[in-house]
């Protein structure tokens, strides 16, 4: 016969330990995972972020060789006068530095002067946009985009007064088809 009584108890018991039990859970990964999280940044982010640079120069370089110029321009136009269709060519690209990246520049801002790893992060992003804005222009079929502008914004989380943890670069410009 089974004791419902000694159940119950044993239920309530575990009831009450259990919020406890993962508290601590939690705790004893954090102290684990955090560190190690820390260590996998300081090795590898700096090297990831050179070969981000690294392959969207040979995506622009590879581009510029089969179409034999850049087809961006800021120009605004009035250059040509056998544009044969238009319209907006446009991309988003959110960058945003490592936890080593941020620690890096805490401390840099401590000291005062310019942020050099927050710089890096920020032209690599805007290459990246720039390199896809081309990208989407040959895949549309546009032969130049002309006046092309690229606009930053910086996204943080909700309710966070100064703390700035990603950007979005918004890189668009006019797509046009010659005749």
Not at 1 to 24: K, Q, R, S, T
Not at 77 to 86: A, E, F, L, Q, V
Not at 97 to 126: E, M, Y
Request: glycine share 12%; proline share 3%.
């Amino acid at each position: 016969m089974v004791d419902v009584g000694g159940l119950l108890v044993l239920g309530i018991i575990l009831v009450l330990i259990a919020p406890f039990l993962l508290l601590a859970l939690i705790g004893i990964l954090w102290t684990v995972v955090y560190p190690l999280m820390l260590i996998w940044a300081v090795l590898f982010s700096g090297k990831k972020l050179d070969q981000q640079i690294v392959n969207t120069a040979s995506r622009e370089a590879s581009l510029r060789e089969s179409l034999g110029r850049d087809p961006l321009t800021t120009i605004d136009g009035g250059y040509r006068t056998d544009i044969t269709s238009c319209g907006v060519v446009w991309v988003g690209v959110v960058y945003g530095p490592s936890h080593w990246h941020l620690l890096i520049g805490w401390i840099n801002n401590l000291v005062g002067g310019s942020v050099d790893i927050f710089q890096k992060v920020i032209s690599a992003g805007r290459a990246e946009a720039m390199q896809r804005l081309r990208e989407s222009a040959v895949a549309n079929g546009w032969d130049d985009v002309i006046n092309v502008r690229i606009d930053t914004s910086d996204m943080a989380p909700q309710g966070a007064q100064r703390s700035i943890k990603a950007v979005e670069v918004f890189a668009y410009g006019t797509g046009v088809k010659y005749g």
